[in-house]
């Protein structure tokens, strides 16, 4: 399958627009205060008020009472009587207007209440506008003096994103620091087309560029009944293809079945205690059946989708290593269980306030490292991915034959690994397909190595006729949201999968689904690989399709 590249016209330097000038807009008029018209202290005018139209009330009250009991007609008032009346209304009408003075101004000022709060949506949108409108350099002066400032150390460089404001600006002038201060050119890292703001903080720390890693398609991969097309971001040539071949040969034959067997991400702090017998004692406090309901409240604390699942415990001297497992939905996890960790080291401290915590990592998790641990105990999620290959299939399309396949598994990558001393190494080459599909779909290329710890297995079916093949995968360590999962490309290749974001209806269960999908890949792989080889012809078709006469330096496309 040919990929066409278009290259694209270079784009207008960004770095050369100038800040728009912000409009200059007239203010209504305020509204009236309730104090405004008041000469004296608010305070004292209150009080004023107050007693002048309770003391009035009361003389009124008191009146009235007089007349009735006197038989006076109440039409009838004296001037003391008219000047209490008119007191008691003026008291009321400042007391009124004070305190329901909102209500008062709602219908005596409402035209410029109404022109205020137009005129107030109306910066709160331009505001707004300015907030999401990039902020470009005015002039390439400018970007000269910044420039200059990064090389002579007087602006550090990985502070530019928060200083500009602007990721690409500050990608920019990064990348020109970069290339006069080594006094090494970066043409050929492309610049342009990249949207530095997705890695801000998350991603990648003061970028200059980006590299170009062509992304190719294997399949249709048929898997547990469903067909995938699989996205692998690599550089070798024929790995594409040669992944492609076998999952030809798996459809061709009803396709592969694969099982989840485990899902726990781990993280192993080590703590450190006066004498071994204390930390003997944490062991068997942690081993405890009756207290690991307990310490789970406290882990599943720190996310809604983290469930603690075991702890297991290793001593060294006065040390202890505590291995946590759990699950952590979607995402690939690391994050989530040491948070988790973290809560349950500070709820131990109160049984145990002589814990000194050395690290959040003993490396008895084991991250990024081969380790036996997750060789033997598994780590993220545990696959086993099966299927039966045909005689003829094997013949017409892996050009070989099922002993030599099987013959060729046991000295290579049984006894051949076992010689070498291999630890979850017996396989041909998982790595290649596990990094690629890594790549593509936004995962730690670093988890690659415990997440391509393998064994594949060959043996002869129904009468010597056909081949059963098989993988196991005990620590594939992947997540569908995090991390490069949401960058734009690495996004697009997940969807590709569909097992793009978290799962609404299941939670894990797309990071579950990628999972068997890159062991059904790995499948596919090991079973091409193993044929050529057997066949004779894994030199000729790397010297026919991975070696080119182009001199790739000469050739340059624009972004």
């Known amino acids: 399958m040919e990929s066409h590249r278009s290259c694209l016209p270079p ?28 000469p004296l202290p608010l305070y004292l005018t209150n009080v004023v008020f107050f007693t002048l139209f309770f003391s009035v009330a009361y003389f009124l009250l008191l009146r009235w009472r007089e007349k009735i009991r006197t038989s006076t007609p109440l039409h009838i008032v004296s001037v003391t009587e008219i000047v209490a009346v008119v007191s008691l209304f003026t008291s009321f009408i400042y007391l009124l207007g004070f305190f329901g003075f909102e209500f008062v101004q709602s219908i005596l000022f409402r035209p410029y209440i109404e022109e205020g709060a137009e005129h107030e949506d109306l910066l709160g949108r331009i505001e707004e506008e300015n907030r999401k409108m990039p902020v470009r350099i ?21 502070s530019l994103e928060s200083n500009l404001g602007d990721c690409y600006r500050a990608a920019l002038i990064r990348r020109e620091a970069v290339q006069r201060s080594t006094k090494r050119s970066l043409e050929g890292l492309p610049l342009d087309g990249f949207n530095y703001d997705s890695i801000l903080g998350q991603c990648c720390e003061m970028p200059i560029g980006y590299v170009q890693i062509p992304v190719g398609i294997a399949g249709p991969l048929l898997v547990n009944g469903c067909e995938y097309t699989v996205p692998m971001a690599t550089t070798e040539g024929c790995l594409v293809a040669s992944t492609n071949r076998g999952c030809k040969a798996i459809y061709a034959c009803g396709g592969a079945t694969a099982i989840l067997l485990r899902d726990g991400m781990t993280r192993a702090p080590v703590v450190r205690f006066p004498t071994a017998k204390r930390a003997s004692d944490l062991k068997f406090f942690l081993e405890e059946p009756l207290n690991f309901d307990a310490l789970a409240v406290v882990f599943n604390k720190s996310s809604r989708f983290a469930r603690l699942q075991r702890i297991q415990c290793s001593m060294a001297g006065k040390n202890l290593y505590i291995r946590f497992s759990c699950s952590t939905g979607d995402a690939m996890g690391m994050n989530m269980v040491s948070k988790g960790v973290q809560n349950v080291l500070e709820f131990l401290r109160r049984d145990f306030p002589d814990m000194d915590v050395i690290g959040i990592s003993g490396n008895f998790c084991s991250d990024k490292k081969p380790a036996a641990v997750n060789w033997i105990e598994g780590r993220g999620k545990s696959v086993v991915c099966e299927a039966i290959i045909t005689s003829d299939v094997v013949k017409n399309v892996l050009k070989t034959t099922v002993p030599a396949l099987v013959e060729l598994n046991m000295l290579k990558n049984l006894a051949g690994s076992a010689v070498a001393g291999s630890l979850g190494g017996f396989n041909a080459h998982a790595a290649n397909i596990v990094s690629a599909i890594f790549i593509a779909t936004g995962q730690d290329p670093a988890q690659n190595i415990e997440s391509s710890h393998c064994i594949t297995m060959m043996e002869a079916v129904n009468e010597g006729q056909d081949l059963h093949i098989s993988v196991t995968m005990p620590s594939i360590e992947v997540g569908t949201v995090g991390g490069g999962t949401q960058l734009a490309s690495q996004s697009a290749c997940l ?13 894990g269960s ?9 062991a059904g890949s790995v499948l596919a792989g090991e079973l091409s690989l193993m044929s050529a080889i057997a066949a004779g012809q894994l030199v000729k078709s790397h010297m026919k399709y991975n070696r080119s006469n182009k001199d790739m330096s000469t050739i340059a496309c624009q972004n």
């Open 11 to 38: 784009k207008p330097p960004r770095a050369t627009l100038h800040h728009r000038k912000k409009p200059v807009y007239q203010s209504p008029p305020p509204p009236l205060k309730p104090s405004d018209p008041v």
């Open 138 to 158: 005015s002039s390439n002066e400018e970007n000269e003096e910044i420039i200059d400032a990064v090389v002579n150390g007087k602006i550090p460089s990985y």
């Open 495 to 507: 969807n590709l999968l569909g097992v793009k974001g978290a799962s609404k209806d299941s939670p």
């Open 510 to 518: 797309n990071s579950r689904l990628l999972s068997t999908i890159i």
